[in-house]
């Protein structure tokens, strides 16, 4: 009886379950949103995403579905787009149907819809005028800025010449000096590269990167219901971006003690004031809480992309040494070895500026974008995807789009250079994304990348003595970010 019971059981389990299925599955086709592989209920389809290769699956979905497709992450559609042309539609031709900030869930309990990066609608708005107005006044994109950088750029040389010649990993050195150039502008200073709390401030940087691209990071976005009451390294998060902030709000509360107003240092002071003046506004959006989680936007995003496409093109330049040598024929025929490098040099430095473009487009840092979403219902291809539906532009589809680069799996600068060896643009550029949602700091990362990186290489050959692999310096194309391997190299002064 009890094997009786047991059987009638679980045959009464699997009918429940087909059931389920069968419903779930005809609610899900009754949508007219893209096609895709068919969900289950409450994981969606957590079974298509091989673990820990959440950004190859998703390439592997689009190559069976289509460019414009549909996956679900546990009950909730999200719509992928794969490719140029149809990011460029999204972003560009439809640009403010697709001008939102998606969810993601690994740092939306802290952040919950505030900051620059994170926010919507009204409150996304004017932080983004503002921000972009503040750091304008600042120096971004002007001379102004451009000395800074090259001051850092000195300031890291003269500390690369301290290894003398020891092999050394570069994550650290390059993270401070990089953060250094965004600091000098939200905090008004720059800190020194031997301070331990800058130090640890930057290690938590580059600990909730690699936490967010991993496994436990990628399962965390997609059944988060679930995943936020498992205990993982994902958990560590949420305490890192809490320590982060209160930094950000000892520096506010600093700045709150000395502040001049009639004149502000730093981007802090400006929106201080911009909270003084606008304190009986109820509709404002500038008060303490979006200072905090904007000046970390800011603090964060300055640091991270910028350092990390850098260490991986050092890597990158360790397994071509041709291509260095190039790049140190050019820098000596264009600026020689009596002053550093200027904005103005890129001009007249076409394979400079075609080894960077390629850098960032072949190690393709964030490589599914930061989530989108609709703002209204929205057609699109012939499908509708409804208001509030989370979309993945997904930027590696774009940078490595066959269509637009000849052979895209390969890292190679003459995808940026015409046959009379000139720098030639491309559309399909999109490192930074596009549209309204681009990043506020692209003018900033150019000029970074430009200078650190012409600077080094006026002072230094990178050598190593790892021998390095095609597979080592491709991008891993796993989860939110990508991180190069880790390696050591050394700084020969020229």
């Known amino acids: 009886m009890e094997v009786e019971g047991f059987g009638t059981f679980l045959l009464v389990l699997v009918i429940s379950c087909l059931l389920i299925f069968t419903t779930w599955d005809r609610m899900y086709r009754k949508r007219n949103l893209p096609p895709g592989p068919s969900p289950m209920p409450l994981i969606g389809n957590l079974l298509h995403i091989k673990r820990g290769e959440m950004v190859k699956s998703l390439m592997e979905v689009g190559s069976q579905f289509g460019p414009v497709y549909t996956l679900y992450f546990g009950p909730r559609p999200v719509v992928i787009l794969c ?98 150039v965004i600091c000098s502008v939200v905090f008004g200073n720059r800190f020194d590269y031997k301070d331990l709390k800058f130090l640890e401030l930057l290690r938590m940087f580059n600990e909730t990167f690699r936490l967010m691209s991993s496994t436990w990071g990628q399962l965390q976005e997609i059944i988060p219901t679930i995943m936020n009451h498992i205990p993982g390294p994902h958990q560590k998060i949420d305490p890192i971006i809490r320590t982060l902030l209160d930094f950000v709000h000892e520096r506010v509360k600093a700045n709150q003690q000395s502040l001049d107003p009639t004149s502000p240092r730093d981007y802090i002071d400006c929106f201080i004031i911009k909270m003084q003046k606008e304190n009986q506004n109820p509709t404002s959006e500038f008060h303490m809480k979006n200072l905090l989680f904007t000046v970390l936007n800011l603090f964060f995003a300055g640091t991270e992309t910028v350092s990390t496409t850098l260490r991986h093109g050092f890597l990158i330049l360790l397994k071509y040494p041709g291509i260095q040598e190039k790049l140190h024929d050019e820098i000596d025929r264009v600026i020689g070895q009596n002053r550093g490098p200027n904005m103005e040099d890129r001009s007249n430095m076409p394979y400079m500026d075609a080894v960077i473009h390629e850098i960032q487009r072949f190690s393709d840092v964030i490589p599914m ?126």
Not at 395 to 418: A, G, I, M, W, Y
């Open 83 to 180: 490719g140029y042309q149809a990011v460029k539609e999204a972003l560009i031709d439809q640009g403010e149907e697709f001008s939102g900030r998606g969810k993601m869930p690994s740092v939306d309990r802290i952040f919950n819809g505030f900051g620059v990066v994170f926010s919507n609608g009204e409150r996304w708005k004017q932080l983004r005028r503002f921000s972009l107005m503040t750091l304008r006044n600042f120096g971004m994109g002007k001379r102004s800025i451009e000395d800074r950088i090259k001051e850092e750029a000195e300031c890291l040389v003269e500390d690369l010449r301290s290894y003398k010649c020891a092999p050394v990993d570069p994550s650290n050195i390059l993270a401070q000096a990089i953060s250094n």
């Open 369 to 494: 974008n930061v989530p989108h979403t609709v703002i209204k219902d929205t057609s699109f291809r012939g499908y509708t995807i409804p208001k509030g539906t989370d979309v993945y532009p997904l930027l590696c589809s774009v940078l490595r789009d066959p269509t637009q680069f000849s052979n895209p799996d390969k890292f190679n600068p003459e995808h940026f250079l015409d046959a009379s060896g000139s720098f030639k643009k491309s559309d399909a550029f999109m490192p930074f994304s596009t549209g309204k949602r681009i990043c506020l700091g692209e003018g900033l990362a150019r000029m970074e990348l430009f200078l650190f990186l012409t600077t080094i290489l006026q002072n230094f050959k990178l050598t190593s003595l790892q021998q390095f692999t095609e597979s080592d310096i491709n991008p891993r194309m796993t989860g939110f970010a990508n991180l190069p391997i880790s390696y050591q190299l050394s700084f020969i002064p020229r």
